[in-house]
């Protein structure tokens, strides 16, 4: 239709919704809403032709959509280069719609926008480009902002470009070749996919220390040179509020993704890297983080994204209310080709190396409630105590399960059901975790789980603190609460199991775990058959623990990896178990 134009006759090609709370729809005839939206379109004015328009009922205040060119347009070839295009905006409150041409840096320039109720007609669009000077390459965006009325729909058709004017290319509108950046200069075409508001939040590109204090960097981490990091602002926000900010479209390849994140004070909420798909939807979870991970730039691991579509990463933070909840990320890395692998380990066999002395001790002398290494590097971040005030410590969600834990202080959202205080401090300032049963089906879980632990000796227990309060159903429609255990041969054992209404207060759990060599901790949550049931832990600790000396074993007889004990060889991979770590079960064929 014209030059490289489009009457949405076939669909939307060249144009694709782009990172948005909502699209852009083909349509004939008039839009669902009264009062509001083109009843025909404009090629051939009637109600067999299509147009494109954005459907305000049920969007969030300030929610955006963008249409963008798959491809991107030459640059302007003569002095009368004209982009025209017809818009409808009609209504209570139809919003804000603003036409861009971003270049092959990123770098966005607005060359038209209109705000407010419009005639009940259609009408023309016209921008010389020539007179601009694009002198560039550039890729055509709309982006329409909803204002806060259902009576707000907004309608495009017709779009076209003169003569003088570039032919459609067949390059992509990707940023950079890879999707790196540092922030140093600019944002690289990263993207809010809304308007600021005291409901969403926005990332903001920051050169100094954050404002509020006891929170947030002091500086970028980029090394050297370092002036700009990304950063949302926790001041005015109250718990479960979003801030977003996406990549630009990135062409289908293989990557190797990495970034730093800085996640200081006592406010922090909950971080997450997704993998997108073109229209903003999340496709799986790349990395994520939560509580307070000290005032220090942490490094998300690198690992390879395979993809066979245009696709783009959005970080999405979720606040925990209070102003110390800053975040921060700097020096993404998405760099064309596989990670490379790893690097081989210093120690054999997952040893340790102690940091002063350099010498390597063996993997069952690490996190054994032992120090080993005249530093204790071998016991350093081991500890699965926590009062969860300051973070999740050394437990982190579970990548198997349904949903996750959440950190929270004070009520949960949901009556009827759950703690209105932690247990540490008793106060609705500290902190505790729970899973929240709204919007869940029944049976779906939620797992924590510690690192791995060393060795154990035979009275070692988990002690925590537990809250499973319901009212629905006279408290049968409660939740339940799960504590397995996992040893190293796989094999997991299920020591403590609560189920439905315990009352409302916290109650104390004693756990026997026993002897164990390398085991995992796993707490599971279990949604009920009613929303309201929350289950809630607190002060997790372990007691009495440490190993007792190695005993001796004789020619005749298996020595228990702990250490601690020994059993007759002939009982070694017989399918039994019984070292108190199974661990004459580990690595026998089955």
């Known amino acids: 239709y014209g030059q490289n134009g489009q009457n949405f006759e076939t669909g939307l090609y060249p144009f694709v919704n782009g990172p948005g709370v909502y699209t852009f729809t083909v349509r004939r005839g008039r839009t669902p809403s009264g009062g509001t939206g083109p009843s025909s379109d404009h090629t051939y004015g009637n109600s067999t032709g299509t147009y494109v328009y954005l459907e305000a009922s049920g969007r969030p205040t300030n929610a955006q959509a963008v249409l963008q060119s798959q491809f991107r347009y030459a640059k302007p070839k003569g002095p009368n280069c004209y982009l025209r295009f017809w818009y409808h905006m009609f209504g209570t409150a139809p919003g804000s719609l603003t036409a861009t041409a971003m270049d092959p840096s990123g770098r966005n320039v607005t060359?038209?926008?209109?705000?407010?109720?419009?005639?009940?007609?259609?009408?023309?669009?016209?921008?010389?480009?020539?007179?601009?000077?694009?002198?560039?390459?550039?890729?055509?965006?709309?982006?329409?902002?909803?204002?806060?009325?259902?009576?707000?729909?907004?309608?495009?058709?017709?779009?076209?470009?003169?003569?003088?004017?570039?032919?459609?290319?067949?390059?992509?509108?990707?940023?950079?070749?890879?999707?790196?950046?540092?922030?140093?200069?600019?944002?690289?075409?990263?993207?809010?996919?809304?308007?600021?508001?005291?409901?969403?939040?926005?990332?903001?590109?920051?050169?100094?220390?954050?404002?509020?204090?006891?929170?947030?960097?002091?500086?970028?981490?980029?090394?050297?040179?370092?002036?700009?990091?990304?950063?949302?602002?926790?001041?005015?926000?109250?718990?479960?509020?979003?801030?977003?900010?996406?990549?630009?479209?990135?062409?289908?390849?293989?990557?190797?993704?990495?970034?730093?994140?800085?996640?200081?004070?006592?406010?922090?909420?909950?971080?997450?890297?997704?993998?997108?798909?073109?229209?903003?939807?999340?496709?799986?979870?790349?990395?994520?983080?939560?509580?307070?991970?000290?005032?220090?730039?942490?490094?998300?691991?690198?690992?390879?994204?395979?993809?066979?579509?245009?696709?783009?990463?959005?970080?999405?933070?979720?606040?925990?209310?209070?102003?110390?909840?800053?975040?921060?990320?700097?020096?993404?890395?998405?760099?064309?080709?596989?990670?490379?692998?790893?690097?081989?380990?210093?120690?054999?066999?997952?040893?340790?190396?102690?940091?002063?002395?350099?010498?390597?001790?063996?993997?069952?002398?690490i996190c054994d409630f032992i120090q080993d290494c005249p530093s204790g590097s071998d016991e350093a971040g081991c500890t699965a105590n926590c009062t969860f005030e300051t973070g999740l410590c050394n437990w982190q969600n579970g990548k198997q399960d349904v949903f996750d834990w959440t950190r929270r202080r004070g009520?949960?959202?949901?009556?009827?059901?759950?703690?209105?205080?932690?247990?540490?401090?008793?106060?609705?300032?500290?902190?505790?975790l729970y899973t929240e049963a709204s919007g869940l089906f029944v049976g779906h879980t939620a797992t924590l789980v510690s690192k791995p632990i060393g060795r154990t000796g035979k009275f070692c227990q988990v002690n925590f603190w537990y809250h499973m309060y319901s009212t629905a159903s006279g408290g049968a429609g409660g939740g339940a609460i799960n504590l397995y255990i996992k040893t190293a041969n796989g094999r997991s054992a299920n020591l403590f199991h609560k189920v439905g209404n315990q009352g409302n207060a916290w109650k104390l759990a004693t756990v026997g775990v026993g002897s164990r060599y390398l085991a995992t901790i796993v707490i599971e949550g279990v949604r009920g058959q009613s929303f309201a049931s929350d289950v809630a832990i607190d002060d997790v600790s372990f007691v009495n623990c440490q190993p007792a000396p190695p005993v001796p074993c004789t020619s005749s007889q298996f020595t228990c990896l702990g250490q601690t004990e020994c059993v007759d060889k002939a009982k070694r991979c017989d399918g039994e178990l019984d070292c108190g770590d199974h661990s004459d079960e580990v690595g026998c064929r089955e």
């Open 111 to 365: 060359i038209w926008t209109i705000r407010g109720r419009q005639s009940n007609a259609w009408e023309q669009a016209v921008i010389h480009l020539s007179t601009l000077k694009y002198n560039y390459d550039f890729t055509l965006i709309f982006s329409a902002i909803r204002a806060n009325s259902f009576s707000g729909d907004i309608a495009l058709d017709d779009i076209s470009f003169t003569s003088d004017c570039g032919c459609l290319t067949n390059q992509p509108p990707v940023i950079n070749v890879d999707g790196s950046c540092n922030f140093d200069s600019s944002l690289c075409g990263y993207q809010n996919p809304w308007r600021p508001t005291t409901a969403l939040r926005a990332w903001f590109r920051r050169t100094t220390g954050t404002p509020s204090g006891f929170t947030g960097p002091t500086a970028d981490h980029t090394p050297g040179t370092g002036r700009g990091y990304i950063h949302v602002e926790a001041s005015g926000t109250a718990y479960g509020q979003l801030a977003v900010i996406n990549t630009p479209l990135l062409s289908a390849s293989t990557y190797c993704f990495s970034f730093w994140y800085n996640m200081y004070g006592e406010n922090i909420g909950d971080l997450r890297a997704n993998l997108k798909a073109t229209n903003g939807s999340v496709l799986r979870n790349l990395y994520h983080t939560s509580g307070n991970q000290g005032n220090v730039w942490n490094l998300a691991a690198q690992q390879t994204i395979v993809m066979s579509s245009a696709f783009m990463v959005g970080f999405d933070y979720t606040f925990a209310g209070g102003y110390a909840g800053d975040a921060a990320v700097d020096d993404v890395s998405l760099k064309k080709g596989a990670c490379p692998p790893p690097p081989t380990p210093v120690c054999p066999n997952g040893g340790h190396q102690c940091a002063t002395t350099k010498v390597c001790i063996a993997a069952s002398s």
């Open 411 to 432: 009520r949960t959202p949901s009556g009827g059901t759950g703690p209105s205080s932690d247990h540490t401090t008793g106060t609705g300032t500290g902190f505790y």
